[in-house]
């Protein structure tokens, strides 16, 4: 399957989510791990914005002939499925940090459980 800077930035997305849950989950609890999700989720965007421009600047060498487009595609398959990996890993590890958190409210553990079946739907 080739991976996409757009199935790249569908799974971030589910990654935002479990990662709002997971800092609303910790709460005073553990401030210093609620920063490191943060800080995983602003990488992991600004990541997504640097693939998604690169992929534009692709474009333009293929179609100047500048690259082939069988490289290009290769070059942005790999860069994306790295991203991909990346975005999935911080996702579960944001839903582990708070799954058995008693301060969740119900509507947190709902987002949480539809987060990890997303990831877990995510080839």
Known sequence: MIASPRRARRLLAVA??????????????????????????????????????????????VK???????????????????????AKDTTQEAIDSVKDNNNLTDEQKKQLEEAQKQLEATP
């Open 64 to 86: 100047s002939g500048k690259v082939s487009a069988e490289d290009a595609a290769k070059d942005l398959e790999e860069k994306s499925e790295a991203l991909k990996e990346q």
């Open 16 to 61: 935002a989510t479990a990662a709002m849950v997971a800092l609303a989950g910790c709460g005073d609890d553990d401030d210093k791990q609620a920063e490191q999700l943060q800080k995983q989720g602003e990488e992991l965007q600004q990541q997504s914005e640097a693939l998604q421009k690169d992929a534009e600047q692709t474009a333009e060498d």
